[in-house]
């Protein structure tokens, strides 16, 4: 995962839990946007600055691998990095692991589109070259 971003960090609450005592599967994917969404602050580029410049992104996918539980009160990391980005798609994989034991409690992805305020697909290569610069500086071969 990326090196140079802060890794997100979420306390696990008790209305994120379900009767066994664990985080309920759902709240993994809320953490990845949670994360996602100070990956783009982080970087200059949050969801208040894409729609003032007309840009939505959307989900398109999300596909979450369970590997332990969870439980209230526990604190949790969130790792995100792009893994895929072609200026109309981009890609971002997580890794939710236990702030204290470091022991992988999930991982995943979520593919987005770029559209423009009409839902249409742009290429922010083209009509967004700052954020297109943003995000290519946060691929894994450009870091460091």
């Keep these: 995962m990326a090196q140079d971003m802060p890794v997100h960090v979420h306390k696990v609450q008790y209305y994120e839990t379900d009767q066994m005592k664990i985080v309920h599967h759902s ?7 949670e994360a996602r969404t100070a990956w783009m602050d982080a970087i200059g ?3 208040a600055r894409m729609e003032e410049e007309g840009v939505i992104v959307p989900v398109l996918s999300v596909d979450c691998q369970y590997k332990t539980m969870s439980k209230f009160g526990e604190t949790v990391e969130i790792d995100i990095s792009i893994s895929s980005f ?6 971002f994989s997580y890794e939710v692991r236990d702030a204290e034991t470091k022991e992988i409690r999930a991982t995943g992805e979520s593919s987005h589109a770029f559209l423009n305020a009409d839902y249409r697909p742009i290429s922010v290569k083209r009509n967004h070259p700052d954020i297109y610069a943003l995000i290519l500086k946060k691929m894994p071969e450009n870091e460091g």
């Design 27 to 33: 709240n993994y994917i809320r953490w990845f946007e």
């Design 86 to 91: 072609t200026g109309v798609r981009i890609i």
């Design 45 to 47: 580029f949050s969801y």
